[in-house]
């Protein structure tokens, strides 16, 4: 079985879908194709500032074109996105930022990071791996399977 990461973003492309709409809220629409190119390089910027699979991640993010894409962004990289985590994706009032142990990043910098080496989806999740995300995000991983 692919990983969720896979079969969230990359199957759509695969199968000829990347031009339709995989996500749509106030700041605008995004192609499956456009939301892949963008949820890899969040997952690359995350995991240059060192998140990897295995990892809880708190994503506080309320709704909307980037919940969608920091969940899987997460989901991509096997790290768990949740309520607590030496990781933190923020969306405050000055915009969204992304949190370390040490150190406070915007979130357009960890964007523009990751486009240099996007990450690929993992070929595989751990047992238990999506029954654990889908219970956190399921209306993210609904809206778009």
Same mark, same amino acid.
Do not use: W
């Given at each position: 079985?692919?990983?969720?990461g896979?079969?969230?973003?990359?199957?759509?492309?695969?199968?000829?879908?990347?031009?339709?709409?995989?996500?749509?809220?106030s700041?605008?629409?995004?192609?499956?194709?456009?939301? /892949?190119?963008? &949820?890899?390089?969040?997952? !690359?910027?995350? $995991?240059? *500032?060192?998140?990897?699979? #295995?990892?809880? +991640?708190?994503?506080?993010?309320?709704?909307?074109?980037?919940?969608?894409?920091?969940?899987?962004?997460?989901?991509? /990289?096997?790290? &768990?996105?949740?309520?607590? !985590?030496?990781? $933190?994706? *923020?969306?405050?009032?000055a #915009?969204?930022? +992304?949190?370390?142990?040490?150190?406070?990043?915007?979130?357009?910098?960890v964007?523009?990071?990751?486009?240099?080496?996007?990450?690929?989806?993992?070929?595989?999740?751990?047992?238990?791996?999506?029954?654990?995300?889908?219970?956190?995000?399921?209306?993210?991983?609904?809206?778009?399977?």
């Open positions: 079985m692919p990983s969720l896979f079969d969230l973003l990359d199957r759509h492309v695969v199968h000829g879908r990347g031009g339709e709409v995989a996500c749509s809220d700041t605008g629409t995004l192609s499956y194709a456009e939301l /892949l190119a963008q &949820v890899a390089a969040l997952a !690359g910027g995350l $995991r240059a *500032v060192g998140l990897s699979a #295995g990892d809880e +991640v708190e994503v506080r993010v309320e709704s909307g074109n980037l919940r969608v894409q920091a969940v899987c962004a997460c989901i991509r /990289l096997g790290a &768990v996105p949740g309520e607590r !985590g030496d990781v $933190r994706i *923020v969306e405050g009032a #915009g969204a930022t +992304v949190h370390t142990v040490d150190d406070e990043f915007d979130l357009s910098l964007l523009r990071v990751g486009k240099t080496e996007p990450a690929p989806s993992l070929a595989s999740d751990e047992p238990g791996y999506r029954e654990r995300v889908s219970d956190a995000f399921g209306d993210v991983i609904d809206a778009l399977g």
